[in-house]
Nanobody, 115 residues
Framework: QVQFVESGGGLVQPGGSLRLSCVAP????????MGWYRQAPGKQRELVASITSGGSTNYADSVKGRFTTSRDNAKNTVYLQMNSLKPEDTAVYYC?????????WGQGTQVTVPS
């Protein structure tokens, strides 16, 4: 069983920055690819960033050049650094494996960027 816990969200003005964190206890964490997902009200959940166990990253076109994901396997933690935030980034952000495990979704953390 894995229990992902997201934190770091908040309200930030356009152009601002936030860093999200995701913690999953357990030694098996270090071998999984991880992803950051977001869901805006009334919209489908989408993948915005991913990172392999070896540290290779990929990003959705909408966030490329603005978001950076990284991982610290010693702390069982994945990060999402979000810069140059836009109103379209407003959503609840979740972490999970890539592909996601249905039973591992946490509460998520709210990111709000007013227009």
């Amino acid at each position: 069983q894995v229990q992902f816990v997201e934190s770091g969200g908040g309200l930030v003005q356009p152009g601002g920055s936030l860093r999200l964190s995701c913690v999953a206890p357990g030694s098996i964490f270090s071998i999984w690819a991880m992803g950051w997902y977001r869901q805006a009200p009334g919209k489908q959940r989408e993948l915005v960033a991913s990172i392999t166990s070896g540290g290779s990253t990929n990003y959705a076109d909408s966030v490329k050049g603005r978001f950076t994901t990284s991982r610290d396997n010693a702390k069982n933690t994945v990060y999402l650094q979000m810069n140059s935030l836009k109103p379209e980034d407003t959503a609840v952000y979740y972490c999970n494996t890539r592909p996601p495990l249905a039973n591992s979704w946490g509460q998520g953390t709210q990111v709000t960027v007013p227009s």
